[in-house]
């Protein structure tokens, strides 16, 4: 089983930026694909990026590319989603993804983080 617990969400203004970040635990992290994924009140949950296991390839969302950028850190066993130029759009709870391959990231979540983007 993983866990995934994410933090740095917030309230900020249009035209900021935020970092969140996600601490997983419970399988060996360089093994994972990870990824985050947004829901706004209303919608359904989407896709934001994802990362593959080793950080060599990364995946956005047409809505974020150029905005946001998905890395981690393996030895801290934490992935990364950096958020700038942000837009009320972007308003949403952000959570956290995982599992053995890039098509199956799916697989665990996070409980989420609130990210509020005022205008």
């Known amino acids: 089983q993983v866990q995934l617990v994410e933090s740095g969400g917030g309230l900020v203004q249009a035209g900021g930026s935020l970092t969140l970040s996600c601490a997983a635990s419970g399988r060996t992290f360089s093994n994972l694909a990870m990824g985050w994924f947004r829901q706004a009140p209303g919608s359904e949950r989407g896709f934001v990026a994802a990362?593959?296991?080793?950080?060599?390839?990364?995946y956005y969302a047409d809505s974020v590319k150029g905005r946001f950028t998905i890395s981690r850190d393996n030895a801290k066993s934490t992935v990364y989603l950096q958020l700038n130029n942000l837009k009320p759009e972007d308003t949403a709870v952000y959570y956290c993804?995982?599992?053995?391959?890039?098509?199956?990231?799916?697989?665990?979540w996070g409980q989420g983080t609130q990210v509020t983007v005022s205008s």
């Open positions: 993804a995982a599992g053995s391959t890039i098509y199956s990231i799916r697989d665990y």
């Open positions: 990362i593959s296991s080793s950080g060599v390839s990364a």
